[in-house]
Nanobody, 115 residues
Framework: QVQLVESGGGLVQPGGSLRLTCVPSESIFNFAAMGWYRQAPGKQRELAAIITIGGSTTYTDVVKGRFTISRDNAKNTVYLQMSSLKPEDTAVYYC?????????WGQGTQVTVSS
């Protein structure tokens, strides 16, 4: 069973930055793509960003220009650099990938944007 371990969440003021980290239990090259999703209280989980094995990236409109997803193959790690954070970015952020048509989720990391 693949495991994804996230870290890096916390409390940050509006306009601040955070970097989330996701480390899979297997080689990052085993996955065609990895993504970051988020779920705010009372809302459905939504995609924030995806990065493919080839390095192509996709962002949801509300985070474009503020968030950057990247991967460090040598460290077997996927990052989500978040800048210009807004209170509406407050959510639990989940790392995710697909294995044999099954979606795998990490345990999530809380990001709270508040003054």
């Amino acid at each position: 069973q693949v495991q994804l371990v996230e870290s890096g969440g916390g409390l940050v003021q509006p306009g601040g930055s955070l970097r989330l980290t996701c480390v899979p239990s297997e080689s990052i090259f085993n996955f065609a793509a990895m993504g970051w999703y988020r779920q705010a209280p009372g809302k459905q989980r939504e995609l924030a960003a995806i990065i493919t094995i080839g390095g192509s990236t996709t962002y949801t409109d509300v985070v474009k220009g503020r968030f950057t997803i990247s991967r460090d193959n040598a460290k077997n790690t996927v990052y989500l650099q978040m800048s210009s954070l807004k209170p509406e970015d407050t959510a639990v952020y989940y790392c995710s990938t697909t294995v044999d048509l099954r979606t795998i989720w990490g345990q999530g990391t809380q990001v709270t944007v508040s003054s």
